[in-house]
């Protein structure tokens, strides 16, 4: 008989009820100061800048974007590895920081963990395996005995045997083993959201297949919720209830994953996805895919960020930030997807979309 | 290029205020009052006192430090306890006997670890990369104090080749055969380490530039030796510099001991004689002006590097 | 179920439970490297004679009769011969021991505990305090060290105590140099942000994450500095600053010999042989210690 990993002793209760979404974000930013030279002037980048999102109880949402979109500053924000400079952060309905019924940083940590990209630099290197997962354990009081215990019951729950690798270092195990004491690691204090940043992308594709056999499990028998941020496109895809789509450390388009994979309202997600090859003829985008890279968010200037390579960027793009707009159940940022945006394509575009969607 | 230049030569400053602090300093380190650190030991309550006022002892210790390095930019060091002569004339002299043995011992290790270092990298695993290589790593082990007894062990007492110790000519300038031959053993005592230091440095960096990729390409497009060559001294010198900086630095630093075996009259010779009198202006002064040298030493070095990698301009 | 297929025995940690720690497995790979354990026991009986010298000593070290001065190698009685006032010169070496390591060895210690805590505070602070710590190291970097350690026990006078404080003055911001980047390096590891995502008090991320890590390169670093030290302290001996006469020290003894270079040349090379051999050894031993702390290297 399999052992649970939730536990009472340990686990943060289910207070909001099965409605109330288990995170949600509103208006996180993050700006870093960055100074060139010398006596060059402070600028900013713009690493996080205004991202509001959600995610219901056992759902998986999925980030995409190129590397530099901030995805990972968001998922560091959210665990305040990065003091955050502004935003919202509730968690099961309690705000982080929010007095009386807010959650404490502790909490949150307890309820939120993380398993890290590079799994070759996530475990220390000179700690034994059963140490590393008995860790976040011992630092949340559990004695000695009871931590080694869970300990071995996560090893084994990630299919590691505890005998045959509690002993063993770091270096001593293959990639796909790092990765699942990671896994067993971040799941230790009993979170019910683990956010997975780019936890299988530099796995080989069997591997990572089993890797993402053994998530699946585990969401399904443990409850989990996930967030699940990677640039490997077709991942997200199977993995994601709904998906997010970043650019330039704001949000281009929020919604699920089928819509948002079959039929993209933001001119940035076709690009993406257009760079996809695809085998599917019936499926392929025809759009021109992205040239170059995503220019420097340092002082960005007014307008939509993307306009700079977008062919259907107008007059509109650079004077206005554009704002969230609901397409059926999508969220995009773009111009052209608001009647009312003054964009000369906006009509159009939006008719081609939902004709698009009325086909499907 | 100009730019580094002036951000790196604008950082100096800094450290060599600290530098002043540092040698400035000194002078509380000393047991008792600074005051009767720079008076000698007969001297009269009242002339004490006298000198207190006069020296500024009486004002807070940051007027001093300031007055202090007013004078020193100045050019004056005050004057010695001992035979009562200006510390910065006595010192300009030692520090010219000093440069006959340390500069010449620098280029040739500079020039000879860089041969020897070329050889062995293209000659991997030979008794030349070998005996470099054990030279580079007992190196810091290896007291140049007593390489040059062994020296003089050698070179004088069994063989009688080479003069014990001493400097020739009065001004340390050599003029003659003879000169020149008190320099050899101080030389090359002083040189081996940093040689060998150089050597191990540019062997390495030989050896990881005939690895790349592209130099195999070039010497598969039959493009001539010395273009490849070129290539790799230009990259080889770059490291020799890295480490030239901090083997100037144990240059000078072993000149001190090694001016004692060989009596040759240089700073180090100096500080030591300031040390055993007890002559605090020539010990600080002689502090301060060689390490204010060192820091110079390394900002010209930094540049020079940079002017050879731009990839050091950061 | 496809993942747990170890599932049928419920899970023991016996065996993980008993599995040498990570310093055991340093000391285990030490073992096996043969440099290490030569250079280590060279240490040992340098060390170990250097303490026992009342009892192995074949002479009194600070008499000796002018009758049997300066007496080459090979007499007998005086297997390495006596010095210009006729003491045996292996019961010096054998006494001299014991000054010259106490004053090669306190003073990496001290600069090591020092150092090594201000630059783990250093790498682990902001850009204000890092800032002030590492521009100071910064001034004592632009003296020469001989220079420095020189001046400082000139100006502090003879004896033993002020060698060790101006050494120890000339390594820590050495060592401090090592840790901070060491530390600022650890510090930006995942494995540290992921001890950070847990309840984890600073200190703990600290002595469990951030010190095993950056304790291999400081502990590396200071073993080698020992040889530098050894040779930098007998110097000092050497030009007078230091223990007083009678005293066996090293670089004493190689100063008193060399007034005697032309009677009898040879024993003038015998206290630097020691000096150089121990610092050898550190040196060595300080490579072994570094390939045994790389923990990838030796099991791939």
Redesign the interface.
């Known amino acids: 008989m399999t052992q649970h990993i939730r536990t009472e002793s340990l686990g943060l209760p289910d207070v909001g009820g099965p409605a109330q979404p288990l995170l949600i974000v509103r208006d996180l930013k993050k700006h870093f100061p960055v100074r060139s030279?010398?006596m060059g002037k402070a600028e900013k980048v713009h690493a996080v800048d205004g991202v509001s999102f959600r995610i219901g109880k056992g759902e998986t949402l999925g980030i995409v974007g190129e590397s530099g979109c901030g995805k990972s500053t968001t998922t560091r924000l959210l665990l305040d590895l990065t003091r955050r400079d502004a935003g919202e952060i509730i968690f099961d309905g309690r705000g982080l920081g929010g007095g009386r019924d807010g959650i404490s940083l502790k909490e949150l940590r307890r309820g939120m963990q993380m398993v890290f990209q590079d799994s070759s630099t996530s475990l220390n290197p000179r700690a034994r395996i059963l140490d590393i997962v008995m860790f976040p354990l011992r630092a949340a009081g559990v004695d000695r005995t009871k931590a080694r215990d869970r300990a071995s019951m996560l090893l084994d729950r990630v299919g590691l045997h505890p005998q045959a690798f509690g002993h063993r270092f770091a270096h001593e195990l293959s990639g796909g083993q790092r990765q699942r004491v990671n896994i067993a690691r971040a799941l230790a204090t009993a979170p019910r959201l683990v956010i997975l940043d780019e936890a299988v992308s530099a796995l080989d594709k069997s591997v990572e297949a089993d890797v993402l056999n053994l998530l699946a499990d585990l969401k399904a028998e443990e409850g989990l919720t996930y967030l699940f941020i990677s640039h490997d496109l077709g991942v997200v895809r199977e993995v994601s209830d709904r998906v997010m789509v970043m650019y330039l450390g704001q949000i281009a388009e929020i919604g699920p994953a089928e819509t948002i994979y079959d039929r993209p309202g933001h001119p940035y997600t076709r690009a993406l996805l257009a760079a996809v090859p695809s085998l599917d003829p019936a499926k392929q985008i025809a759009e021109p895919p992205l040239k170059g890279d995503p220019p420097n968010p340092i002082n960005p200037e007014p307008g939509c960020r993307f306009r700079a390579r977008c062919p259907y960027a107008e007059g509109v793009c650079k004077a206005i930030d554009p704002a969230p707009v609901p397409v059926g159940e999508v969220e995009i940022s773009c111009h052209m997807c608001n009647r009312a945006s003054g964009h000369s394509q906006a009509a159009d575009w939006l008719d081609a979309l939902t004709k698009e969607t009325a086909d499907a | 290029m100009i730019?580094y230049a002036l951000?790196r030569i604008?950082s100096a400053i800094?450290?060599?205020l600290?530098?002043s602090?540092?040698s400035f300093g000194?002078?509380f380190?000393?047991?008792g009052n600074p005051v009767e650190a720079l008076l000698p030991l007969e001297a009269s309550p009242q002339i004490a006192e006298m000198m207190k006022q006069q020296l500024g002892f009486d004002q807070p210790v940051w007027r001093q430090y300031l007055a202090w390095l007013q004078r020193t930019v100045q050019g004056d060091l005050g004057v010695s306890l001992y035979d009562g002569l200006p510390v910065a004339g006595q010192l300009g002299g030692a520090l010219f006997n000093t440069m006959v043995l340390a500069i010449p011992a620098a280029v040739l290790a500079f020039v000879l670890g860089g041969a020897l270092g070329l050889i062995a990298g293209y000659h991997r695993n030979t008794w030349i990369d070998r005996s470099a290589s054990a030279l580079a790593?007992?190196g810091?082990?290896?007291?140049q104090?007593?390489v040059a007894?062994?020296l003089?062990?050698l070179f004088s007492?069994?063989v009688n080749w080479l003069p014990?110790s001493g400097m020739a000519s009065p001004d340390g300038i050599p003029r003659s055969f003879s000169d020149l031959s008190n320099m050899v053993m101080p030389v090359l005592a002083l040189m081996l380490v940093p040689m060998g230091v150089v050597a191990r440095v540019v062997r390495a960096s030989v050896q990881d530039i005939l690895s790349q990729d592209f130099i195999a390409g070039l010497q598969a497009k039959g493009l001539a030796r010395g273009r490849i060559l070129r290539h790799v001294i230009r990259n080889a010198m770059s490291a020799a510099l890295s480490v030239m900086g901090l083997q100037f630095?144990?240059l000078?630093?072993?000149s001190?001991?090694i001016e004692?075996?060989f009596n040759w009259p240089g700073s180090g010779q100096l500080?030591?004689l300031?040390?055993?009198r007890r002559d605090?202006p020539v010990?600080q002064g002689?502090?301060v002006v060689?390490?204010g040298l060192?820091?110079l030493t390394?900002l010209a070095i930094d540049l020079a590097q940079a002017a050879i990698d731009p990839r050091m301009r950061r | 179920m496809t993942m747990t297929q170890l599932q049928s025995a419920s899970p023991s940690v016996s065996a993980a439970a008993k599995a040498p720690g990570y310093w055991r497995s340093v000391g285990q790979r030490l073992m096996r490297d043969r440099v290490g354990i030569a250079s280590a026991l060279v240490l040992l009986a340098i060390v170990v004679s250097a303490l026992a010298a009342p009892l192995i000593a074949p002479h009194d070290p600070n008499s000796g009769s002018v009758m049997t001065r300066l007496s080459p190698i090979g007499t007998p009685g005086h297997l390495l011969g006596t010095d210009a006032t006729g003491r045996d010169i292996l019961s010096r070496l054998i006494w001299g021991g014991r000054l010259s390591l106490l004053s090669g060895i306190t003073p990496v210690v001290l600069a090591t505990l020092i150092g090594g805590t201000l630059g783990i505070i250093a790498g682990m602070s902001g850009r204000l305090v890092n800032g002030i710590i590492m521009?100071?190291t910064?001034?004592?970097f632009?003296?020469?060290?001989?220079?420095?350690a020189?001046?400082?026990s000139?100006?502090?006078?003879n004896g033993l105590g002020n060698t060790l404080v101006s050494l120890t003055v000339v390594f820590v911001p050495q060592v401090l140099r090592v840790a901070e980047s060491a530390t600022v390096q650890i510090a930006r590891q995942d494995y540290v942000d992921a001890a950070r995502a847990t309840t984890a008090s600073r200190l703990l991320i600290m002595t469990s994450q951030v010190l095993p890590n950056v304790l291999s390169p400081i502990l590396v670093f200071a073993t080698?500095l020992i040889?530098?030290s050894l040779?930098v302290a007998?110097?000092l001996n050497?030009?007078?600053?230091g223990v007083a006469p009678p005293a066996a020290e090293w670089g004493s003894m190689?100063n008193e010999l060399?007034d005697a270079?032309?009677i009898n040349?040879?024993l003038?090379?015998l206290p630097?042989v020691m000096?150089?051999a121990t610092?050898?050894c550190?040196?060595l031993l300080s490579d072994s210690l570094g390939s045994a702390m790389n923990i990838r290297e030796t099991d791939k």
């Open positions: 030279g010398l | 730019r951000i604008l800094p450290i060599l600290g530098v602090v540092v000194l002078l380190l000393q047991p790593i007992v810091v082990s290896l007291p104090y007593w007894i062994v003089v062990v007492v069994t014990a630095g144990f000078i630093g072993g001190i001991l004692v075996v500080l030591n300031a040390i055993f605090i010990l002689t502090v060689v390490a060192f820091v390394n | 521009r100071i910064d001034i004592f632009a003296f020469p060290s001989i220079l420095l020189v001046a400082i000139g100006v502090l006078g080698s040889a530098v040779v007998a110097g050497f030009i007078g600053l190689l060399r270079i032309y040349p040879t003038s090379i630097g000096i150089v610092s050898v550190f040196n």
